[in-house]
Antibody
Framework: EVQLLESGGGLVQPGGSLRLSCAAS????????MTWVRQAPGKGLEWVST???????HYADSVKGRFTISRDTSKSTVSLQMNSLRVDDTAEYFC????????????????WGQGIVVTVSS | EIVLTQSPDTLSLSPGERATLSCRAS???????LAWYQRKPGQAPRLLIY???SRATAIPDRFSGSGSGTDFTLTISRLDPEDFAVYYC???????????FGQGTKLEIK
């Protein structure tokens, strides 16, 4: 059974830092890109960052230069280091797994973690 | 970047009725790289449809997707009480920067 378990959320002041982690199990972690998606209160879903199977990284413009995604294949974990946090980074963050491998495109997400809340407030 | 606009914002229907949700793209979607998700309160989003019309694993056949180019539709043939939720369409493709979501349609019980 595929499981994605996020941790590390909480309350942080503007300008602060937080590190989210996602422990993955139940699939061949090394072959799948992993993505963070967020949803701010009352808003829709927003792509945040993706790390490919070959450790290539991609970021939404809204977080570029402030967030860093990484993965540890030996531990089957993906992390999101969030620096210079802003009030508008307040959201529920989801760790997701892409649905397929080897088809040459970046696929939709067939498994999601339960979500973890990040609140940026003074 | 493709912008996805969903309509209506809210759809009020009764169990047993047919639901039709729309997703319009600002430019043509290559190879129908369009997915649909369902999100219920307190739960993570669930992938329903990918490739505009392929059902994801374990999705009931009352859910169907159609469309091409810039206009896509999610149809729920006979609403079950558990289907009342928010639905999002998503574009994907040859780079992660193509991951964009529509603003969502809330399907509520009438």
């Amino acid at each position: 059974e595929v499981q994605l378990l996020e941790s590390g959320g909480g309350l942080v002041q503007p300008g602060g830092s937080l590190r989210l982690s996602c422990a993955a199990s139940g699939f061949t972690f090394s072959t799948h890109p992993m993505t963070w998606v967020r949803q701010a209160p009352g808003k829709g879903l927003e792509w945040v960052s993706t790390i490919g199977a070959y450790f290539d990284t991609h970021y939404a413009d809204s977080v570029k230069g402030r967030f860093t995604i990484s993965r540890d294949t030996s531990k089957s974990t993906v992390s999101l280091q969030m620096n210079s946090l802003r009030v508008d980074d307040t959201a529920e963050y989801f760790c997701t797994k892409d649905a397929f491998v080897g088809n040459g495109i970046w696929d939709p997400f067939d498994y999601w973690g339960q979500g973890i809340v990040v609140t940026v407030s003074s | 970047e493709i912008v996805l606009t969903q309509s209506p914002d809210t759809l009020s229907l009764s169990p047993g009725e047919r639901a039709t949700l729309s997703c319009r793209a600002s430019q043509s979607v290559t190879n129908n790289y369009l997915a649909w998700y369902q999100r219920k309160p307190g739960q993570a989003p669930r992938l329903l449809i990918y490739g505009a019309s392929s059902r994801a694993t374990a999705i009931p056949d009352r859910f169907s997707g159609s469309g091409s180019g810039t206009d896509f539709t999610l149809t729920i043939s006979r609403l079950d009480p558990e289907d009342f939720a928010v639905y999002y369409c998503q574009h994907y493709g040859r780079s992660p920067e193509m991951f964009t979501f529509g603003q969502g349609t809330k399907l509520e019980i009438k």
